[in-house]
């Protein structure tokens, strides 16, 4: 059996197209890429591209390339690269020894733009990139030719020579396709090939001062690498054509362009440019700030790659654009989370709470289960002793009826603990409410009362004596409208970051175990939410928590609604 046997029913019409072309025979092995220019850091909208490219050749037993596009050396960098590998590798795909660069087909590609010359196909052109734009004409209207578009291929061949060797300036010649000015597809309009950038590249230095063009870059670089089906997004389905004009030109392999439509997320910015305008301009702390779109941001909230994949596995793959709330993002993390998680107690809003008929001096080791949705996570031991804290907001002096958990008088259950009573609320001068005296029922150990007496509400608490500080980032969205991009005339999109993004509480407390929590690990504070200790600031003597998301989870509702 082969592993396209093992494909009943595609998924989506990409997976249609490749489990045909294997049936068929037109493809042998299956060859995809996910092509990222390093001009800033992946974002989740890349994850999608990664997961379908990666995930189709491991469906279909074949391979999936990574090729940098850096043919652009004023916006590329190493640092790209590399964070770019390190992000593939972490959401879960290995490309094997197929790992390239357009810039090594730099040689190549020149000479590929020598042969159209030689075929009457290509020509330098004198205009400048204004002039090009004017003469381009519209939609409506066809463009006009170039004065130098006529240019005998002698004449061509040493004006490109030149334009190599260095003898122009920026912007002085380009060399274009000889196409057709009248085109109705604008791209075909004799698009530019080379331009000249003395400038230096990443990996090729100051070897070359003309760089090929993204469109004249791509798929050539898919031909050579034999990418037997190229995926893009939407909006390179106009560029298909001048692909295609290109293969079949030079005669070349015929790899082929299919396209989806790309990933948009309600909050969510997904887009480099604007990613790198926020880092730059200072709006987030980086490319890695856990409010960030960008994989490092998510990595660094505690969003586990497992939930990313599972997340471009529900929104799937279609043909037409559209924008996935982000509520299903985060249900998807709590999906994984919730499965996943070890559970552990932490306070964000200390109060104090004495237990005064518990002995001074006394501590318990109390049990408490790691995580109820899976019984291989064991449990763990968790000190109480007579003075805890609890959070604030499980407190009421004047509670409403429903409010089920302490108030004066009112009994509550601790989670793995005892049922404790409210008997008075101490407030300072201020009139602030600064501790509570409670007493605990000594025969309650585990949670519940020997008489059967009902007690509503559980809170989780920490020994006082015990707990470990920590600051705690409450995470929120970056935005606070659903289209980031959407403002009123005259305004500016960065109007709509979310000045409530951030919101730090710096003397909580947690119980002793989160203290040895692995980096990168995500956990959840009982009743309270997911937190992952922050990859840049937390250390041993000084815990810092970031919020991943929290616990409510309305995407149930809304999928049921619609
Ligand atoms: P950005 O707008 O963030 O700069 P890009 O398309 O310019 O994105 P590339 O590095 O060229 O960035 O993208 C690499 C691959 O990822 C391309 O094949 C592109 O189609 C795909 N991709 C980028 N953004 C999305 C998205 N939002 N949804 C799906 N695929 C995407
Ligand atoms: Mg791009």
Redesign the pocket.
């Known amino acids: 059996m082969t592993a396209a046997d093992d494909i009943r029913e595609p998924r989506d019409f990409i997976r249609t197209i490749v489990a045909e072309d294997v049936a068929t025979g037109r493809v042998g092995e299956v060859v995809t890429r996910?092509?990222?220019?390093p001009n800033?850091y992946l974002?989740l909208?890349?994850a999608?591209?990664i997961c379908l490219n990666f995930g189709i050749a491991r469906e279909f037993g074949g391979r999936c390339h990574l090729r940098f596009?850096d043919t652009n050396p004023v916006k590329e960098e190493d640092e790209f690269v590399d964070s770019m590998l390190e992000d593939v590798r972490w959401l879960g795909f290995d490309w094997g020894e197929h790992l390239y660069f357009a810039s090594d087909y730099f040689e190549k590609l020149y000479g590929f733009a020598v042969e159209l010359i030689h075929k009457g196909l290509a020509y330098v052109d004198d205009l400048s990139g204004e002039e090009i734009r004017q003469y381009r004409g519209t939609l409506t209207e066809p463009g006009r030719e170039s004065p130098s578009r006529n240019r005998s291929v002698e004449e061509n061949l040493d004006l490109f020579a030149r334009m190599r060797a260095g003898e122009f300036g920026n912007g002085e010649k380009v060399l274009r396709a000889r196409i057709d000015m009248a085109s109705p597809n604008v791209n075909m309009r004799d698009p530019v090939l080379y331009r000249i950038l003395k400038a230096t590249h990443h990996r090729t230095g100051d070897a070359w001062c003309i760089y090929p063009m993204y469109d004249f870059a791509h798929g050539q670089s898919d031909s050579i690498e034999g990418i037997t089906h190229s995926i893009?997004?939407l909006e390179f389905e106009d560029h298909r054509p001048l692909y295609d004009w290109f293969i079949d030109k030079l005669g070349i392999w015929p790899s082929r362009q299919f396209e989806f439509a790309?990933?948009?997320v309600t909050y969510m910015l997904?887009?480099?440019?604007r990613l790198r305008q926020l880092v730059e301009e200072g709006y987030v702390g980086g490319w890695d700030d856990p409010r960030m779109s960008t994989l490092r941001g998510l990595r660094r909230r505690g969003v586990p790659a497992e939930a990313i994949r599972l997340f471009c596995d529900r929104v799937g793959v279609a043909k037409t654009n559209s924008v996935i709330d982000i509520q299903l993002f985060e249900h998807c993390i709590r999906e994984v989370l919730n499965r996943t998680a070890t559970r552990y107690m932490g306070v964000l809003k200390p109060l104090r709470v004495v237990l005064e008929n518990y002995p001074e001096g006394q501590v318990e080791e109390l049990e408490a289960v790691n995580n109820p949705e899976d019984p291989s996570a064991g449990s763990r031991k968790v000190p109480f002793s007579r003075e805890l804290y609890i959070d604030a907001d499980d407190f009421m002096e004047d509670p409403p009826k429903k409010f089920f958990r302490l108030a004066p008088g009112r009994e509550v259950r601790l989670r793995w603990g005892y049922l404790i009573t409210c008997r008075e609320a101490v407030k300072n001068a201020a009139g602030e409410i600064v501790e509570l005296r409670c007493t605990y029922d000594p025969a309650t150990r585990g949670g519940n009362a020997p008489d059967g007496r009902k007690v509503k509400g559980t809170i989780q608490w920490v020994s006082a004596a015990h707990a470990l500080p920590a600051e705690v980032r409450l995470y929120d969205r970056l935005f606070q409208v659903p289209n980031p991009l959407d403002v009123p005339e005259g305004g500016n999109w960065l109007e709509n970051l979310n000045p409530q993004s951030l919101e730090v509480l710096p003397r909580c407390f947690v119980e002793p175990a989160l203290g040895n929590v692995p980096a990168e690990t995500t956990v959840q504070f009982e009743r309270v939410g997911y937190f992952v200790p922050d990859s840049a600031d937390s250390q041993p003597g000084r815990l810092v928590f970031n919020r991943t998301v929290g616990l409510r989870d309305s995407w149930a509702k809304i999928a049921a609604s619609s």
């Open positions: 996910f092509p990222p220019e800033g974002q909208g890349h999608k591209s596009d893009c997004t790309r990933l948009n997904l887009s480099k440019r």
